[in-house]
C-alpha cells in the first residue's frame, strides 16, 4: 500500500480529534520512497500543514516532476507568497514536455504562471508568457493574452496580435478576429476573417453574422459563400441558416436549409420545417414534410420510443385537428402493421379523445404488450377516473407481483382510493423495498393514521438499522411534527447507541434547523467521532457563526489534522473576522505543524533549473 493511501484510509477510519503525530511526518520526511512523496504532499497540504506538504514536493521523484513542482508553485501561491511560487511555477512548465501524461493532470497550467506574474505586479511579462504559450500551440493561452489586454485596455493591441495569429495560420485566432470585428461592427472586414477562417477548417458561423447579413438586405452574398463550403459546413450553421432565412420571409430557400440540415444528420430539421409551415397555414406541404420525416425515420431503423413529440405525433395532431381523423387513424394502423412502437399508443389516445374509449382499450394493450410503458399509465389512468378500480387494479397487479415498482406502487394507491389501508400498507412497503423511496411516508402515514405510530416506528427503527437512511429521517420528521423535538432527538438518540451512526447525524442537523446550539455541537461531536465527513467543518462555521471563534478554530484544527478537506483558508477567514489579521496573515503564510500550532516561518528554496533560474533572476518569464 502507498503510504498517501494509508494517511487517507487512516483518516477515514478514525475521524476522531487523534491528530497523526509529528513523528510520524518527520519519519516519513526522511524514509519514504521518492515514488511516494507527491501523494504524501497532497495529504499534507489537505491538513494545512503547508512546510511539510513543501518539503515533500521537493524531494519527490523525478517522474513526479512536474506534478510536484506545480504542486509546491500552488502552495506558496496560496500561501500569498508568490514571489517564491514563481520559479515553481516556471519549472512545473519546463518540465511539462518531458512528464506529457501527468500534466494532464495538472489544472493549472499556463494560467498558473500568469495569475502569479500578475499578482506579482508584472503584467507585461504575464502577456508575453501567454503570447509564448499560445505560439506553442496552447488555445487557452491564446484566450488569455486577449483577455488580459482587453482587461489593461488595450483591446486594438489585442485585435492586432490576433491577426499576426491568424496570418501565421492558427484558424482559432483568425475566427477570433472575425468575431471581434463583427462585434465592433465592421461587418466587411469580420466577413473576409470569417472566410480566411474557413479556409482553416474553422468553420463556425455565429448568428450575429447571419443577423448582421439580413440586416443589411445582403443575406444571398453570405449565402453564395456557405453554399461553396458545402457538406463541411457545420449542421448547426446549415440549421442557424435555415432559422434566419425563415425569420427573413425566405421560405422558399429556408426550406432548401432545412432539407439540408436534415440530410447532415439534424434529426429535428424536418419536424421544425413542418412546425413552421404549419404555423404558417401551410397545412398540406407540412404534412408532406412529416411524411417524408416518418419515412427517414424507417430508413435508420428508428426504435420508436418517444411517443409525444415527433413527426408522426405532429402529423397525428394535424390531420386530427383539420378534421380527418379517419385518415389519422388508417396511417396509425399503417405505422403498427409494419412494427412503429409509437402507433398503438398513440391510436389508443387519439380513440379515447374521440370518445371511442372501448375502441381505444384494445390498442393500449397491444401498446403494452410490445413494450410501451406510457400505455399502461394511460388506461390506468382512465380507468381511475372512470372508477373503475378494480379494472384498473387487474392491469397493475402482474407487474406489482413481479416487483414492478411502479406497478407495485400504483396497486397500493388504488388499494388506498378502495378504502383497504391493510393492504394498502402492504403494497406501499414492498413499492418501497423495490426502489420507491417516497413510498415509505404513504406507509407512516397510514400506520399513524390507524393510531399505531408505536409500530409505524418500529418499523421504521427496523428499517434504520437495516441502513435506510429515508426511513430514519421519516421517523425523526414523524416525532418532530407530533411530540416535539426532544421525542425526535431521544429516538435518534436510541438508534445512535444501537450502531446507526447516520443518527447522530441527523440529530446535529434538527438540533441546527431549531437553533439549539449548545446541544447541535455535541452531535456535531457525535457525527464527527462515527466517522462523518465534514461535521468538523460544519460544527466550526456553526461555532464561527455564532462569533465562537476560539472554540471554532479548535475545531477547524481538528477537521485538518484528521484530513477532512481543505480547511485552512476557513480558519484564516475565522481569525480575521475576530478581529485578529496578524494571526491570520501568518496562519496563511506558515500553515500549521502537526502538533496545531501555527509553523514558524520557514524558507522556500528555488528549485534548481536554468528556466526557473532566470526567471528568480528578474530576467523575465
Known sequence: ???????????????????????????????????????????????????????????????????????????????????????????????????????????????????????????????????????????????????????????????????????????????????????????????????????????????????????????????????????????????????????????????????????????????????????????????????????????????????????LWMAIDILWKTGRTDDALSWLERRAAVGDRRAPLTMGLLLRVEGRVEEAIPWYRIAARVGNSDALEWIVHWLEREGRLREAMDWVRPGAEANNVKSARKLADLLDAEGRSDEAIEWYWRAFEAGDVHALSRVVSGLAGRGTLTSALAELGLQSRAGSSLALRRGAELLWEGQGLEAAVSWLKSLYEAGVTEAAVRAAELLDDCGETGEALVWFRHAADAGNIGYRERGAGFLRSAGRFEEALAWYQEAAAVGEGPVLHDAVEALSEAGRTVEGEALKRWGWEPDGSVSEPWKAPPPSSRRAAGVRDGQGA
Open 1 to 311: 500500500m502507498r503510504l498517501s493511501d494509508y494517511l487517507e484510509q487512516q483518516g477515514r477510519r478514525a475521524r476522531s480529534a487523534a491528530r497523526v503525530p509529528a513523528a510520524m511526518w518527520d519519519g516519513l520526511l526522511e524514509q519514504a520512497k521518492p515514488a511516494e512523496r507527491l501523494g504524501i504532499a497532497r495529504e499534507a497540504y489537505g491538513r494545512g500543514l503547508l512546510r511539510l506538504a513543501f518539503r515533500f514536493c521537493e524531494s519527490a521523484d523525478r517522474a513526479d516532476k512536474h506534478l510536484s513542482a506545480a504542486l509546491a508553485a500552488d502552495i506558496l501561491h496560496f500561501a500569498g507568497r508568490p514571489a517564491e511560487a514563481l520559479p515553481w511555477a516556471a519549472k512545473a512548465e519546463e518540465s511539462r514536455a518531458d512528464d506529457l501524461v501527468s500534466s494532464l493532470w495538472d489544472m493549472g497550467g499556463a494560467g498558473r504562471m500568469i495569475r502569479i506574474l500578475r499578482d506579482l505586479g508584472r503584467q507585461e511579462e504575464a502577456v508575453e508568457w501567454a503570447k509564448r504559450e499560445a505560439e506553442a500551440g496552447d488555445s487557452f493561452s491564446l484566450g488569455m493574452v486577449e483577455f488580459l489586454l482587453d482587461l489593461e485596455g488595450r483591446g486594438q493591441e489585442a485585435t492586432e496580435w490576433l491577426k499576426s495569429r491568424g496570418d501565421g495560420g492558427d484558424a482559432y485566432a483568425a475566427w477570433r478576429v472575425a468575431q471581434r470585428l463583427l462585434n465592433a461592427e465592421f461587418l466587411e472586414e469580420a466577413f473576409s476573417w470569417f472566410q480566411r477562417a474557413a479556409t482553416m477548417q474553422e468553420l463556425s458561423i455565429p448568428v450575429e453574422l447571419l443577423e448582421a447579413f439580413r440586416h443589411e438586405g445582403r443575406l444571398d452574398d453570405l449565402l453564395d459563400w456557405l453554399l461553396t463550403l458545402g457538406d463541411d459546413l457545420p449542421v448547426e450553421t446549415v440549421r442557424l441558416t435555415a432559422e434566419v432565412l425563415w425569420e427573413a420571409g425566405r421560405g422558399d430557400a429556408a426550406l432548401d436549409w432545412f432539407r439540408r440540415a436534415g440530410d447532415l444528420g439534424d434529426g429535428d430539421a424536418e419536424t421544425e420545417a413542418a412546425n413552421r409551415l404549419r404555423e404558417a397555414g401551410r397545412v398540406e406541404e407540412a404534412l408532406a414534410w412529416l411524411r417524408a420525416s416518418v419515412a427517414a425515420e424507417d430508413d435508420r431503423g428508428s426504435s420508436f420510443e418517444d411517443v409525444r413529440g415527433g413527426a
